[in-house]
């Protein structure tokens, strides 16, 4: 079976400071990953994907992250944070199902930005 | 988003009511899914569907039914809410195959009060 722990439920930053958002996975073949963004009483934006491709993976609004193999870990990463990042964040892993696939989320981490 | 629609979008029930969400879609895609959104335990699967009358249970499937009669709608019941039912809903859909590439298209969500 395939899970996610995301390691912090909330992470608070300064403005412009750097933002690290730990994720590991469990997966028993090589697995897609994707991280999914919440802005509050909004739906789900895709923010980026690996998909077995290059293993630093660039996304939207200059967030990025690195599949790591031998640590089972894909964190985000942003060099600067703006306020606008404040949100909830979740790590995704592809899973399969009885009659297809299926995303299977982390619980989520809350990024708190300071001005 | 999009080609996914959800209604309604916000509703309060009375517990032991029989409730219905809808999710319609324009995409013709193949795949339906229901989640509900949970603080601390982020998207959980309820039921899932691979084809018009083609349904699966996920992981938090108890309380919880669904029927999918063409392949625009797939509707999710609550046959007798509880409290424990209070949540937000996300409909999403994909294609099927390309889930491990591009994810899903998730809709706006329905916040769901069960008194």
């Known amino acids: 079976a395939q899970s996610v722990t995301q390691l912090d439920s909330h992470v608070s930053v300064s403005e412009g400071t750097p933002v690290l958002l730990r994720c590991n996975y469990s997966?028993?073949?090589?697995?897609?990953l994707f991280w999914y963004v919440q802005h509050p009483n909004k739906g789900l934006q895709l923010l980026l994907k690996y998909t077995s491709a290059a293993t630093l993976v660039k996304g939207i609004n200059g967030f990025e992250a690195e599949f790591k193999k031998s640590e089972t870990s894909f964190h985000l990463t942003k060099p600067s944070a703006h306020m606008s990042d404040a949100a909830e964040y979740f790590c995704?892993?592809?899973?399969?199902?009885?009659?297809?696939?299926?995303?299977?989320f982390g619980a989520g981490t809350i990024l708190r930005v300071k001005s | 988003d999009a080609g996914i629609t959800q209604s309604p979008r916000h509703k309060v029930t009375e517990t032991g009511t029989p409730v219905t969400l809808r999710c319609h879609q324009t995409e013709n895609h193949r795949y339906m899914y229901w989640y509900r959104q949970d603080p601390g335990h982020g998207l959980r699967l309820i039921h899932y569907s691979y084809g018009v009358k083609d349904t699966d249970k996920g992981e938090v499937s108890d309380g919880y039914s669904v029927s999918r009669s063409k392949t625009e709608d797939f509707l999710l019941t609550l046959e007798s809410a509880t409290s424990s039912q209070t949540s937000v809903y996300f409909c999403?859909?994909?294609?099927?195959?390309?889930?491990?590439?591009?994810?899903?298209?998730f809709g706006s969500g329905t916040r769901l009060t069960v008194v």
């Open positions: 995704v892993v592809s899973g399969l199902m009885e009659y297809g696939n299926k995303l299977v």
């Open positions: 999403a859909i994909s294609p099927g195959i390309t889930v491990p590439i591009y994810g899903y298209t």
């Open positions: 997966s028993s073949y090589s697995p897609s």
